[in-house]
């Protein structure tokens, strides 16, 4: 199956539905779950953002990276940098300053990293993802390998973000800007250069353009929009260290891509929750006799993944979207 075959861009009106239900039983969960769950749920979002972003990258322009978490955690440690230890700062302009923190960090990785290509542009990436690690890892000014706390959250004129189902519904309201901006991006003739570029960067610089350019504006706008991800985490957690830069969250970030369908940011979403999921219902398995199921959790992670890719290569939104057209054409 090729490139463009395995990409669910143009999405059914039944996944449509769907996925619109899916919203508002976001929007009612706070209602009918405890503090603790809604919590959960607003990580799942988060990450779903990050996976948005991710997709943006791999799914789009066909940019595979293993340091897309280098720009989650910049973010993340600019929130804790700002923030005063005796009072919260303001949202209005610590979101702005932590996002270009991770927009600028892309914009200079991006400049030397996208000139590669195939196996070099994933090892470059991952190798400015680990040197970044290890700088916050080894200096203490930085928070060392302990992390540092953020006291506070960032306070809003209209609202109290200290509030869990207040935090909630800003997370899904943010989760929702940024799938209908990247849908419509998607759609523009910027994100139609972006496929291109996938399907064949050779015959899109041969028809005139300039493949570097656009592959560094996406490659600095999938970091800003991970530094938005890494912002949100930074504000729920009250914590940020440095695991968060390197190569693990990297890669699940990657696979919460690949499981929910490359190409469709709904996917990435959707592949966020799956992830997250199926994680904790993995690590709490029963021990079979000595053996700790549980403890081995990575394992049964990756058999899943080997067997979406093998079986669903468009990811769980292409099985979805597989089912409701088989279902709608025994009812014709």
């Known amino acids: 199956m090729s490139a463009a075959q395995t990409h669910l861009e143009a999405l059914p009106r039944s996944i449509q539905l769907l996925l619109g239900l899916a919203f508002v039983a976001l929007a009612a969960f706070p209602f009918v779950s405890t ?22 990258l791999q799914g789009v322009t066909g940019l595979v990276s293993l340091g897309h978490a280098a720009y989650f955690g910049l973010a993340g440690y600019a929130l804790a940098f700002i923030t005063p230890t005796s009072e919260p700062i303001s949202l209005y302009w610590s979101l702005p300053v932590a996002v270009a923190a991770s927009a600028l960090g892309a914009l200079v990785i991006g400049f030397l990293v996208v000139r590669t290509h195939g196996i070099y542009f994933i090892m470059v990436t991952m190798a400015f993802s680990m040197m970044l690690f290890y700088l ?12 540092l706390y953020i006291n506070f959250r960032p306070t809003a004129i209209l609202f109290d973000l200290e509030d869990r ?23 523009s003739p910027f994100g139609r250069v972006l496929a291109g570029i996938r399907v064949n960067e050779h015959r899109m610089r041969a028809v005139g ?5 656009y592959k560094l504006a996406a490659f600095t706008m999938a970091g800003a929009l991970a530094g938005l991800a890494g912002y949100l985490w930074a504000m729920q957690t009250g914590f940020i260290n440095p695991e968060l ?12 891509v690949i499981l929910g369908g490359m190409g469709n940011f709904a996917g990435a979403i959707i592949g966020a929750f799956a ?8 690590k709490d398995l029963p021990a079979i ?17 080997v067997l979406v890719v093998a079986f669903a290569p468009r990811g769980l939104l292409g099985v979805a979207e597989r089912l409701l057209r088989g279902r709608g054409a025994r009812h014709e």
């Open 209 to 213: 353009y300039g493949t570097f350019g």
């Open 275 to 282: 992830f997250e999921y199926l994680l904790h219902w993995f």
């Open 35 to 56: 503090d603790y769950y809604v919590s959960v749920v607003a990580r799942m979002m988060i990450l779903g953002i990050f996976a948005m972003s991710l997709d943006l």
């Open 245 to 256: 830069l390197g190569f693990h969250l990297s890669a699940h970030a990657i696979m919460m």
């Open 289 to 305: 006799g000595d053996f700790n199921t549980g403890k081995h959790w990575q394992l049964w992670m990756g058999l899943f993944i």
């Open 165 to 187: 189902r207040v935090f909630y519904y800003f997370t899904l309201g943010t989760l929702g800007v940024v799938y209908l901006f990247l849908r419509r991006l998607l759609w």
């Open 136 to 147: 916050f890892f080894d200096n203490k000014a930085l928070g060392g390998s302990d992390g």
